[in-house]
């Protein structure tokens, strides 16, 4: 079992920053996918950002250019820095950990509790 725990969410008025955490409870080393999802009220847990276990990332086309996953392995922290904020990232994110059993062919997904992040003048 993978415990994530996000922390950074809050309200900030459009054209702001937040920078969100997320905290695993063991070496992200070990962990392949780690990745920020959102979901507003009344519409789809959509992902936002995922970063490998390698390093690759990828962002959905809604935040490119503004938002910024990266990884401190000491840390064992996933970071997502949003940056030009507006009104409609405004949502629950949540970071999920992904697990790979190759000889099982499973995956293995871990989310957090989420943290809300309000966008609004």
């Known amino acids: 079992q993978v415990q994530l725990v996000e922390s950074g969410g809050g309200l900030v008025q459009p054209g702001g920053s937040l920078r969100l955490s997320c905290a695993a409870s063991e070496t992200i080393f070990s962990i392949n996918v780690m990745g920020w999802y959102r979901q507003a009220p009344g519409k789809q847990r959509e992902l936002v950002a995922a970063i490998t276990s390698g390093g690759s990332t990828n962002y959905a086309d809604s935040v490119k250019g503004r938002f910024t996953i990266s990884r401190d392995n000491a840390k064992n922290t996933v970071y997502l820095q949003m940056n030009s904020l507006k009104p409609e990232d405004t949502a629950v994110y949540y970071c999920?950990?992904?697990?790979?059993?190759?000889?099982?062919?499973?995956?293995?997904?871990?989310w957090g509790q989420g943290t809300q992040v309000t966008v609004s003048s």
């Open positions: 999920k950990a992904e697990k790979y059993r190759p000889a099982d062919r499973v995956v293995d997904a871990y």
